[in-house]
């Protein structure tokens, strides 16, 4: 970056930069730092009659100081919280050479820098806990000013509270807002949690390819590439579903995967391109035993995560323990838009959209109709969690078919606060009625429809070996870690979401210029 480009205050830390190694400091030391403790452990063991924490190695970015003559005050924050050292010149500096304190502490060092200090831990005589510094080591020299919130009469100046900015500058936010990792921390537990429960049922974490020759296992737009060595198109998986159900197929009872899927579609507060998603296979088990399973997994969630079952989302509390209501996809159509699709063809469907203003498209089939209606009227009231069963066979081209109605499909998708949490089957495993359903998908391909399926005669040729009756189930690792930290943007639970390129923006601004 030219000098002209920078600040004031970055060319002032850069010329900071080129006097301390004139001085002989490294800026950016290459050799180990012994840490041995950090903030938080101070603070909740520093105990003066056991005369511990007398030889404490701790490091961190300075966040403020208070200069006093041949003493000061200043914060050190570490991965754990902030403490208060104290620095006192003839404490690093003994000798007679007093450069570390009176020219690099005073005047080289900056708000931001990385220092490592040396000392021990002590009450100061207004009572704050402190690390007194026996010695000072510059570990990191920070070239940029870090927007430090300042507040002055109540006001708050300075706070680094643009979404825009923080989603896009996630390290800034980490070091200006730590509360924001505390969410991150919640997501691990949320997977850590997962792990164990799967674990415990036996089941094997496997991984399948992320770059496929054929987008298969759910409705979406791919992303598409090229490999130059095979001369063949390949996607970015859209799901690993069928992969999953392959290795059921090959004898294993129980295999999950938490898969990075890629889906070329919109972004939004509840969207990216890039979501992590969590899906299941158990063999020997239906739609019926996953819901219990999914019960009792997120009731353990949610124990773990918030110590209760009853989370605060949005206006809402939500119950994650006991028993789900399950209510049928049709049934909620009747109960919430006031109309009986079941049975219906595609252009009663249509002309029934048109009189609830549902907005459809001309490529849209039945299923995609019933999901327009449902999508409108239904969801918004799924507050509590709420399985939603028992979806028409068009909407559902990988699932088994309703055990004592064949229009139907042995489904459930998992709803809270409106939004869709989970999705399930009973797997199809007839593999004359898995090609007629690709074939299906074909057709509305054909039309127009850009997200139905293709055609994966390799998945339908391992299902002619074989496959036991299964349960899976998929889950949005991303939406789940949104409920249960309370966060409304999918962008405050990933750490570095997609977003529009920076020089992409600054020419719409010269434009609007």
Not at 71 to 92: M, T
Not at 466 to 477: A, E, N, Q, R, Y
């Amino acid at each position: 970056m030219a000098n002209a480009e920078l600040s004031e205050q970055e060319q002032i830390r850069r010329a900071s930069l080129a006097q301390l190694r004139e001085l002989g400091i490294e800026p950016y030391p290459a050799a180990e730092y012994p840490v041995n403790t950090n903030a938080v452990e101070i603070a909740t063991q520093f105990d003066p009659e056991k005369g511990n924490f007398q030889e404490v190695c701790i490091a961190g970015r300075i966040m403020s100081r208070r200069i006093m003559g041949a003493a000061s005050f200043g914060e050190l924050q570490d991965e754990s919280g902030r403490i208060q050292i104290y620095v006192k010149r003839d404490e690093i500096c003994p000798g007679e050479d007093k450069t570390m304190y009176n020219t690099v502490w005073k005047k080289l060092l900056d708000i931001g820098d990385i220092v490592g200090i040396k000392g021990f831990a002590f009450f100061t005589q207004t009572g704050q806990l402190s690390v007194h510094a026996k010695e000072l080591t510059l570990l990191s020299k920070s070239l940029r000013v870090l927007p430090i919130v300042k507040e002055l009469d109540g006001q708050v100046f300075d706070a680094f509270a643009d979404p825009e900015l923080r989603y896009r500058q996630r390290y800034v936010d980490l070091i200006v807002n730590p509360q924001v990792k505390e969410t991150f921390i919640k997501r691990a537990k949320i997977v850590a949690t997962m792990r164990e429960y799967f674990n415990a049922a036996g089941c094997l974490e496997v991984d399948t390819p992320i770059l496929q020759s054929i987008p298969g296992g759910a409705t979406a737009r791919p992303f598409i590439t090229h490999h130059n060595a095979l001369d063949i198109p390949l996607y970015l998986r859209i799901a690993n579903e069928l992969y999953l159900k392959r290795l059921i197929v090959g004898g294993y009872n129980g295999v999950y995967e938490f898969a990075k899927d890629f889906r070329n579609e919109g972004m939004d507060k509840t969207h990216n391109p890039e979501f992590t998603c969590m899906e299941i296979y158990v063999a020997w088990k239906d739609y019926n035993w996953m819901m219990n399973f999914v019960e009792k997994m997120l009731c353990k969630i949610s124990t773990a995560v918030n110590e209760t079952t009853v989370v605060k989302i949005g206006d809402h509390e939500v119950d994650f323990g006991g028993t789900y209501r399950r209510l049928p996809i049709l049934e909620a159509i009747k109960e919430y838009a006031g109309v009986d699709v079941k049975g219906m063809d595609e252009q009663q469907l249509r002309d029934t959209c048109k009189k609830l203003n549902v907005e459809i498209e001309p490529s849209m089939g039945k299923g995609k109709l019933i999901d327009a209606i449902f999508g409108e009227y239904c969801e918004k009231n799924l507050i509590q969690p709420t399985f939603v069963t028992d979806y028409p066979v068009e909407m559902s081209p990988l699932t088994k078919r309703h055990r004592t109605d064949p229009t139907l499909t042995e489904r459930f998708e998992l709803f809270v606060c409106g939004k869709e949490l989970a999705n399930a089957y009973s797997e199809l495993n007839d593999p004359i009625d898995q090609l007629e359903r690709f074939e299906e998908q074909a057709a509305l391909k054909s039309k127009g429809d850009d997200e139905a399926m293709f055609i994966d005669y390799d998945f339908v040729r391992a299902l002619e070996y074989g496959m036991p009756p299964t349960s899976g189930l998929g889950m949005g690792i991303d939406r789940l870690t949104m409920f249960m930290t309370g966060q409304t943007a999918i962008q405050d639970v990933l750490f570095f979401p997609q977003m529009k390129p920076e020089k992409a923006l600054k020419k719409e601004d010269k434009t609007e210029e």
